[in-house]
């Protein structure tokens, strides 16, 4: 249970205490990663996991599949999982790339990007 002003400075403490008093719920999501077939796919899946990461085109990783296999993994997340592409692009562009071609719910970068505007 939250209380206010359990630890945190009184601005997060009262919105803790708002949001308990309004009923909230604190739920832990799992997100099982470094997906990388389809055998892992439907394992995470049985063991209930809120989203699926698959780390695409991450060379220096030994989970990395390519943005095609990520996106036939995509295909077959149910609707109410997320799929995340997990990405280390080296720049704006790249990242844009990834999210059309993985079709991925959600991009997590690792990477050190600038913020910049990419054309469509």
């Not at 109410?80 to 079709?103: C, G, M, Q």
Request: glycine letters at 6%; aromatic letters at 4%.
């Amino acid at each position: 249970m939250i209380r206010k002003g359990s630890g945190d400075t009184p601005k997060n403490g009262e919105h803790e205490w708002r949001a308990t008093e309004a009923g909230a719920i604190f739920v832990t999501r799992i997100k099982i990663c470094g997906l990388q077939d389809k055998s892992d796919l439907d394992a995470a899946l049985k063991a209930g996991a809120d989203a699926v990461g698959f780390v695409v085109e991450v060379e220096r990783s030994r989970h990395c599949i390519t943005a095609a296999a990520a996106r036939e993994l995509v295909r077959n997340v149910p609707v109410f999982v997320k799929s995340v592409a997990v990405i280390s692009p080296h720049d704006i562009d790249e990242a844009v790339r990834l999210s059309r071609e993985t079709n991925a719910d959600l991009l997590q970068v690792h990477s050190t990007l600038s913020a910049g505007i990419s054309e469509p």
